[in-house]
């Protein structure tokens, strides 16, 4: 499904990805951990482009998207991306932020779009806030929120970028139950996280970034017990 | 006793027939009135959008590091308006490169537009800026592109807080097109000073048209309120 390609991204002499080469499958749960400033969030921002890389090549469904000719836009749409900072349109009630894209790109009528989004509002308890702007809701409710916003555009991916390190530890659990509930649905994810209990639950494989590579990778049973690299046992004697 | 004698109610009175009354001169200042509002409103329609043009088409180049010509140009255009008095603008357009033109209040229109757009085009610039990027990657992560992005999610939020700048142009704006008498245009000053030419009474006529500028910027004001109060609706918890 994702195919990189010896993958390599530089600021200026500042070298933050070295040739990457990786396969994300269809279904597949791949969780990044790694210790901050080891590319991970780069990584996953160059899959859909929002960072564009200076070597390499990423294929997405048959697509090479870091190509001139290729349409980001069209690809961005089975992408769906969630950021640490929920960046939910302020501007416009949750019903507007969900139903924006769909309704602007004719994926879906307006009725039909507000339909699915009440759907799906229902889905993770929060009907009520339909109409409520996103100053009113809570660290919690704005991230599942946008979540749905993503999923209203029925995307074959999804790239978490950090979802839970802006919250309040008490609104981390309403989170990970609804990425949770995703996963078990089929859907295929991409998750930077330092969530080390998400990562041996959902993940089928635990990627371990540090100094711009994928230092190690293994499906989280091993990942966790059994870790190789020097630098991956130094991580995990830390974190867990 | 002569001091006195100006704040009388008769005195008041008669100054009043003969500024507005005698030989129907309310018509002058009606009229002077009619054309300083019909500046200043199609003027800040130009301004309005050469601003967003300029200020989309910069933040455009600078994000994407493409067309740096374009954004000399647009850099070019900001230094020599904002760098030069509206006044001189308005006498170039006048005298030189609209000289064919004989249409006093269209050549002010462009003046004053193409002036205050310079102003609008560093407010919303700044506004634009103002906006968390995070705004732009969420529009661009669902596949808007980066035009659409800017139309329904940037400008709307980047519009609401520089709300009270761009009032504050527009406030400007009316009150710099009172130079237009200097190209024989009677706006609503030019009124008073023609009138004030007839009664030889320089006191009542400035005086009155200073009382109705004052009341223009009051309902400006009042209606920019209004439309802060109306964008500012989403801001309630």
Redesign the interface.
């Known amino acids: 499904m994702i195919d990189v390609k010896n993958l390599e991204k530089k600021y200026g002499e500042n070298i933050v990805l070295k040739n990457i080469s990786e396969t994300i499958c269809k279904g597949e749960k791949v969780v990044i951990v790694g210790p901050s400033g080891s590319g991970k969030s780069t990584f996953l921002r160059c899959l ?1 482009l ?1 960072e564009v890389p200076t070597g390499g090549e990423i294929w997405f469904e048959g697509n090479l998207i870091n190509s001139r000719g290729c349409n980001i ?5 089975k ?3 969630v ?1 640490q ?1 929920f ?7 949750v019903m507007e932020n969900i139903t ?2 769909p309704v ?2 004719k994926l879906q009528t307006k009725a039909e779009a507000e339909e699915n989004a009440r759907r799906l509002l229902s889905l993770i308890g929060l009907s009520d806030k339909a109409e409520a ?4 809701l809570s660290g919690g409710q704005k991230q599942r929120i ?1 979540i749905v ?2 999923l209203a ?1 029925n995307p074959d991916v999804m790239l978490f970028d950090e979802p839970t390190s802006a919250l309040d530890p008490e609104m981390v659990g309403e989170v990970l139950e609804l990425m949770k509930s995703l996963a078990e649905q089929g859907m295929t994810m991409v998750v930077v996280t330092h969530e080390m209990g998400f990562a041996r639950e959902v993940a089928t494989r635990v990627l371990f970034m540090d100094e711009g590579e994928i230092k190690e990778q293994a499906p989280p049973s091993e990942f966790f017990t059994n870790p190789k690299h020097p630098r991956l046992k130094d991580f995990l004697s830390k974190v867990l | 006793m002569f001091e006195l004698k100006i704040f009388t109610a008769s005195f008041i009175a008669d100054k009043f027939v003969q500024t507005f009354i005698e030989e129907d001169r309310w018509k002058t200042f009606a009229s002077g009135l009619g054309v300083t509002l019909f500046i200043t409103f199609f003027a800040a329609i130009l301004g309005i959008i050469i601003g967003m043009t300029v200020a989309v088409g910069k933040v455009w180049c600078y994000q994407s590091g493409r067309l740096k010509i374009l954004d000399r140009i647009f850099d070019v255009y900001l230094t020599v308006i904002r760098g030069t008095p509206t006044l001189v603008q308005l006498l170039i357009m006048y005298f030189i490169i609209l000289k064919s033109v004989d249409n006093g209040i269209i050549i002010a229109i462009l003046a004053f537009g193409i002036n205050s757009g310079a102003y609008v085009a560093e407010i919303v610039r700044g506004g634009i800026l103002g906006i968390d990027k995070g705004q732009m990657e969420a529009g661009r992560s669902l596949g808007l592109s980066a035009w659409t992005t800017m139309r329904k999610i940037i400008l709307p939020q980047a519009i609401k807080n520089i709300l009270p700048a761009l009032g504050n142009e527009f406030i400007t704006l009316l009150k710099e097109t009172s130079v237009v008498g200097y190209i024989a245009i009677t706006d609503l000053t030019k009124a008073a000073v023609a009138v004030q030419a007839r009664t030889y009474d320089a006191m009542f006529p400035l005086v009155s048209i200073a009382l109705i500028y004052l009341l223009l910027v009051t309902v400006m004001t009042w209606l920019q309120r209004k439309v802060e109060r109306r964008l500012a609706k989403s801001d309630r918890r």
């Not at chain 1, 960046?87 to 009630?93: A, E, R, S, V």
């Open positions: 859909n929002l836009d069209a690809i961005r749409m992408m769906g991306m950021f900072h960046n939910l349109f302020p501007h416009l009630t924006l894209a602007h790109l702007y996103p100053q009113m946008a916003r993503a555009m």
